[in-house]
């Protein structure tokens, strides 16, 4: 990404990798062929991480540790430890190797009823055990389609983004629900729109910190429109859902950015 598609401070692109429920041990090869192919390519202008399911973090930080890839989780609990099967939480994340952690996913979101407040507290939880959290933001068709868009990512942003982030490094991820594994993207001034609205919120908020952070887009990214999208303003990169299963369709997107 070059400089004329930023404002304010040059902020370096990351391509993240959300590999949802999928993968099983033997997908381990796929994250070893991109780190692979980036550590033969030499230095990079762009960051690149994969965050597979809580089951192969581990073994894919063990793998990948000190190479050209990071590791994050997909989720995790506000809470330390205690009674509450299933889940998973910040600190044991970092201790399995990530270095971040998705929180407020639209599938989190709606699948499970995961309020803004909610999401702030993970978020919180990510930063107290030293996980950069990628936060999620993002409309449903019907709120696109009723002019809400602005209204609804505005609210999220202010919801779900701790006040504490302002002195820590945080990622917030632009995801339109409807776009999200249905081969749809918005144009590109929607997407501009929308990025542009949020440089400008967390810039009031946060003020250097909030104009230096990097807003990811994220919804059917693909190899054949990731050039597109990367190359528009305040866009800092991608998060990636199918694609990223893929080594040589991950790596084409990297490329892109």
């Known amino acids: 990404m070059n400089d004329a598609a930023e404002t304010g401070p040059a902020i370096r692109p990351i391509v ?13 090869a796929e994250s070893d062929a991109v780190a692979a192919h980036l550590r033969e390519a030499g230095a990079s202008p762009a960051d690149a991480m994969i965050c597979p ?24 609990h506000p809470e330390q430890a205690g009674a509450h099967t299933g889940d998973i939480s910040a600190a044991m994340l970092a201790d ?6 998705i929180v407020g996913h639209s599938e989190r ?4 009823g995961e309020s803004d407040a909610l999401v702030r507290a993970k ?23 009723g002019g809400e868009t602005l209204n609804v990512v ?30 749809r993207t918005p144009t590109s001034a929607q997407i501009e729109d929308v990025h542009g609205f949020m ?29 597109e999208i990367l190359a528009l303003e305040n866009v800092n990169g991608a998060l990636v859902g199918g694609a990223s299963l893929k080594a040589s369709d991950f790596l084409e997107i990297i490329a892109a950015a």
């Open 109 to 112: 979101r709606a699948d499970h």
């Open 199 to 227: 440089r400008r919120q967390l810039g009031a908020r946060f003020g250097a910190a909030g104009e230096a952070v990097q807003l990811l887009y994220g919804g059917s990214v693909k190899p054949a429109n990731a050039a």
């Open 154 to 183: 505005g609210r999220q942003l202010a919801g779900s983004v701790p006040d504490e982030a302002g002195g820590a490094a945080f990622i917030v991820a632009y995801e339109p629900v409807w776009a999200i594994g249905s081969g």
């Open 16 to 28: 993240i990798g959300n590999w949802k429920m999928n993968g099983l041990a033997a997908a381990l």
């Open 53 to 76: 399911p809580a089951t192969l973090v581990a073994a894919m930080a063990a793998r990948l540790s000190g190479g050209p890839v990071g590791v994050g989780g997909q989720d995790c």
């Open 123 to 145: 978020a919180n939880a990510a930063f107290a055990h030293g996980l950069t959290p990628i936060i999620c933001v993002g409309e449903t068709l019907d709120e696109r389609d």
């Open 96 to 101: 399995a190797g990530a270095s971040a952690v």
